[in-house]
């Protein structure tokens, strides 16, 4: 019935999967659940601002990753971001990688268009599918931001060595820059060139910053549950080698 060397496997994942839905629950019935701010999505308002005081338009793109959890996260940003521009008459430009990505993020304009009571403000010449290929990605969106003199740039998604090159062209035109990634290895890059930027997971927490979504306030308060528990066992598992004692990693082990 189980699968020898994988039982604290499933025992971790049971564990965790019960601390979340207990905090997806309590969420749902009424619990109170605040998250701390994070500068990079409570400086949104002032990049798009900005852009209507300059007149400019504002630059957003969810990187070069297909839909993985990192874009989903940056889609969740755009949904806020768009329905702000909609409000006050900035124009939007959107650029993305990858096919299935433009689908999603045209659809998910057209929606925040909607919410904010302005569809027909909605130009999907603005959403701009620019190319699979990396550097071409790159090169597009240089060209966009530099051709458009765009106020402000938000880049939160998926990220790679093209990162750097993007936050220099936002820099160099002179726009208001949020960045975020969960590639570690980029998130160096846009701490040099961006004004704020969102660091690794805190990315997915956009959806419960913005919408304040119940559902998505109890995951997270569950995930940070889980998390403290990892941290524990690292803790007392490194307190038990240094003396010797190999009982917690022959549990984890089993």
């Known amino acids: 019935m189980f699968v020898a060397k994988r039982i604290f496997d499933l025992f971790a994942l ?10 997806i629950s309590l969420a749902v019935r009424g619990k109170k659940i605040d998250i701390r701010p994070i500068a990079g999505f409570e400086a949104m308002d ?10 400019k338009p504002l630059h957003f793109t969810p990187g070069f990753g297909g839909l993985v959890a ?3 996260a940056g889609l969740e ?7 702000k521009a909609a409000e006050y008459d900035v124009r939007l430009i959107v650029t993305v990688s990858q096919p299935e ?16 009571g302005k569809p027909e403000s909605f130009r999907p010449e603005d959403c701009r599918f620019i190319s699979p290929d990396q550097w071409a990605y790159a090169s597009g969106v240089v060209g966009v931001l530099n051709r458009e003199k765009v106020a402000s740039n938000i880049m939160i998604g998926q990220f790679a060595a093209e990162a750097l090159i993007l936050a220099e062209a936002g820099n160099t035109v002179g726009a208001v820059q949020i960045a975020g990634t969960t590639n570690a290895y980029q ?8 004004d704020y930027v969102i660091l690794g997971d805190e990315m997915f927490a ?3 910053h913005f919408a304040k979504n119940q559902v998505h306030l109890g995951s997270l308060r569950g995930e940070d549950l889980v998390k403290v528990i990892c941290i524990g066992l690292i803790v007392v598992g490194a307190i038990l080698t240094t003396f010797g004692n190999k009982t917690l990693s022959d549990l984890m082990a089993k």
């Open 14 to 23: 049971l564990v965790s999967c019960g601390l979340i839905g207990w905090s």
């Open 46 to 55: 002032e990049a798009i601002g900005r852009a209507a005081e300059m007149g």
């Open 70 to 72: 990192a874009t989903f």
């Open 77 to 83: 940003a755009l949904g806020y971001i768009a329905k």
């Open 101 to 116: 990505t433009y689908a999603v993020t045209e659809q998910v304009e057209r929606q925040a268009y909607l919410e904010a």
């Open 187 to 194: 998130i160096p890059f846009f701490v040099v060139a961006c």
């Open 206 to 208: 956009a959806g419960a």
